[in-house]
């Protein structure tokens, strides 16, 4: 659905709702709301429809050791007006990545252990079509060589670091925040500052959101289940309690308004730029493949309980159901094993000495990126565009991101099927019927979803044990 359509459909629902509380006694279908919504709106359409050929620009820096394996940041160049903030901040910052490892490889001949590549994606705006052609027609090669993908799009609208990511790469994302020195103006007086200085005063724990919807990420980690960073420093909430910047894709969103209000000075712009070149260099350099899944597990554990799953999916299935209690019971017990061996893992990689083998480095590599493909194996139910089982958006609400994506579009779902039943007095006895077979069919899709998580566990578990060095 197009955006002035959505506008259309929003401007009618608005003079349906005005017309209910002006005229409740008549019907909004009646001829006098038809003559007075036509003296009250008068709407022209001026789209084009076309055809048109988008340009992606890729560039790369071959890596030196493993340079089939790379490291993917991206921004998109296109934009609805001047959009100096979205996404020419997270361009400009991008750009400046790109001249500072360009310029050191030209001077020293350095290259990273695995390839750098950057992206600049075209028609993001449109919805995300540059990005997502890309990730299809590339995807057996992203899925066996790619890393991690960093989104730079929106990076600057405030002074305050807030970035988002997949829980795997939290901590590479915390440890780099520690090593880039504040921008804010009491960092002049305290030069030891750092950003996550400033992130524990907003935070005061070290808690990463879980990676958002709404850009180029989504074809990377919930398309093909690719680790991912989103990267923005936005306003203070505590002083402006709003969700984005209100010149937000206007006419207002200028150089003139970043340079004199949001970044006079370039500061924030100078710490995105070095966020982007200390990941890049620290997941690209790195010996082993820095994701971690003892952190991954964790996560997984918390937002189970938070989000209340065991008691949502206790509603749904049949008590006397011994197989429906099995699925749900093999599923919790999986993740608890998961945790143990990510547990374990994780006092293994502490211990872990680097050699020189390069052979051996190699196939503990291959078992990191393959733990974290096992919980992408084909596409959620209903869901063409979305294989990662752990976080995804719903079906409900594209910019939601949840644990268990599958699951919560089965129970809400079901739960709506509820409503309707509800909502009306009689039923027919077919109506009935009809009701009753989409549930146990809502139901059995269910069950097999959990088995498949619960499987999906089980195989991470098996690559975790293996201790190939």
């Given amino acids: 659905m ?131 052609e890309w990730t299809e027609e590339f995807k057996p090669i992203l899925e066996r060589d790619l890393i991690a993908y960093i989104n730079v799009d929106t990076c600057v609208y405030g002074p305050l670091i807030k970035p988002d990511a997949s829980p795997s790469l939290a901590t590479i994302l915390l440890d780099t925040i520690k090593r880039i020195p504040s921008h804010l103006s009491d960092a002049l007086i305290d030069l030891n500052r750092t950003l996550y200085d400033d992130w524990s005063e907003l935070n005061q724990i070290d808690k990463v959101d879980v990676i958002s919807s709404g850009s180029d990420q989504m074809a990377f980690v919930f398309g093909n289940g690719i680790p991912s960073i989103n990267l923005h420093f936005k306003h203070d909430k505590r002083k402006f309690p709003v969700s984005g910047y209100p010149a937000y894709h206007t006419s207002y969103e200028t150089f003139y308004l970043v340079e004199k209000f949001i970044d006079p000075e370039f500061r924030i712009h100078q710490s995105c730029s070095r966020l982007i070149n200390l990941l890049l260099y620290s997941i690209s350099s790195s010996t082993l493949i820095p994701l971690d899944f003892h952190r991954l597990s964790g996560k997984i554990l918390d937002d189970y309980i938070e989000d209340n799953l065991d008691a949502r999916l206790l509603k749904i299935i049949d008590q006397n159901d011994s197989d429906e209690l099995k699925s749900l019971e093999f599923l919790r017990s999986s993740m608890k094993k998961f945790s143990n061996a990510t547990k374990q ?120 044990q293996q201790k190939l060095i």
């Fill in 2 to 132: 197009s955006t002035c359509t959505k506008i259309i459909i929003i401007i009618i629902i608005i003079n349906l709702i005005n017309f209910y509380v002006l005229f409740p006694s008549h019907h909004p279908f009646d001829f006098q709301f038809n003559s007075i919504l036509e003296s009250r709106l008068r709407m022209v359409i001026n789209n084009r429809l076309v055809e048109k050929v988008i340009y992606n620009v890729i560039g790369v820096l071959d890596g030196s050791v493993e340079p089939d394996r790379f490291v993917l940041v991206g921004n998109h160049r296109d934009a609805w007006s001047y959009g100096a903030m979205d996404a020419a901040s997270g361009g400009a910052s991008m750009l400046e990545t790109i001249k500072s490892f360009g310029a050191y490889h030209k001077e020293t001949g350095w290259r990273p252990r695995r390839s750098l590549v950057f992206a600049s994606w075209a028609a993001e705006e449109l919805g995300m079509i540059g990005s997502t």
């Fill in 345 to 464: 893992w994780q006092l293994f990689l502490d211990q872990f000495v680097e050699n020189k083998n390069p052979l051996e480095i190699r196939q503990l590599n291959d078992l990191i990126m393959m733990i974290e493909h096992s919980f992408s194996p084909r596409a959620l139910r209903k869901r063409p565009s979305v294989k990662n089982l752990l976080y995804g958006t719903i079906l409900s609400d594209s910019y939601r991101t949840v644990l268990f994506p599958g699951i919560n579009d089965i129970l809400d779902e079901i739960k709506q099927l509820e409503k309707t039943k509800q909502r009306k007095i009689r039923w027919t006895h077919e109506e009935l019927n009809e009701i009753e077979t989409e549930t146990k069919q809502l139901r059995r899709s269910l069950l097999r979803h959990l088995n498949e998580i619960t499987l999906s566990f089980e195989q991470a578990v098996r690559l975790l």
